[in-house]
């Protein structure tokens, strides 16, 4: 994952051509957007684009005079296309940032675009710790899995849970979830039984499921990345481990908002950890969910949906700071150090990692009103991602 893209030598070229313009003499700042609109993790695509088009409903499409104009491309999940939709957008549309990227090879493989245009590069969905360090010009609204599990961590070993077995989609979030958990639970003095991975495209988790029932720890934590939660926790319903005395954790990944009301009673009871609810309470998110739900009929804002929000709102804030001025370096130190109250709560830029920090809340699925909802309990505030903390 972390092979370097070399680029093409005459698309450099041309990046490096395109980028010889003023930046300052264009009316409009064009934003290309990079999703999976297509594919297994099309969720995130569609609740990502939702959010952006909500923001620019309700700040409008001017900033300090300019015109925002956001093109999207869908990427259908896969890097290569990713890559290729970075650069025509560098290179064709002269677009001052790209952003998007829905999953942690989606976003490595733009990196080298961003660096070698100078273009910033906002990761609104993929959350592997080291992504912001492939490129000094990525900046990240979303999340990272060492900032939402190490919580979860500490809640499971201050709750009477001594032995776990930890279960991730195996790649790079999933390793860093997997790291995080076991780092805090065994310094907590907790003890990890067993560490298993399954694959992530087309998981079959049945047999996972097995060995972590017979291994008989007091809790399972899970982490499947967004969309992928519905299918996991139908098999875990089926293994019949609550009826086991086996408790069900894990990041709040596999509760997404997007699907959770149709998962059943399995989930309920169940205890995550994560950077968004749609049930947080705050006046910000439940404007946020009343204006999402009212323009996008049946789909409830998940944790990916404020990743875009929010990493729309960071590009209009960076505008607002440069007046207008869309070159790439001068937006970049524009997004460094930003902070506002997002509808999941208080967030900021480092301005040394790009990297987001925000509160980190544990929450226990319930019933409320009919449907069901990850109801925050606790809160932990202003979490920096662990590993870029430690430097
Ligand atoms: C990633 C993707 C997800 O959908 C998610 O929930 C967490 C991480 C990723 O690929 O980085």
Redesign the pocket.
Known sequence: MLRRHALMGLAGAALAFGFCGSALAEDTVKIGLILPMTGP?AS?GREIEAAVKLYMQQNGDKVAGKKIEVITRDDTGQADITKRLAQELVVNDKVAVIAGFG??PLALAAGPIATQAKVPAVIM????SMIVDQSPFFVRTSFT?PQNTTPMAEWAAKNGIKKVVTLVSDY??GIDAEKAFKDKFTADGGQVLDSLRAPLRNPEFAPFLQKAKDLKPDALFLFV???FGASLMKQVSERQFKEAGIQVIGTG?VLDDEQLNGMGDVVLGMITSMNYSAAHDSPENKKYVADFEKANPNMRPNFMSVGGYDGIGLIYKALEKTGGDTTGTKLLDAMKGLSWTSPRGPISIDPDTRDIVQNVYIRKAEKKDGQIYNIEFATIPNVKDPLHGKK
Do not use: E, K, Y
Not at 125 to 128: E, I, L, S
């Open positions: 993790s995130t999953l942690t969905a993929a959350g592997t899995l790079g979030p990345p967004s969309g990944d």
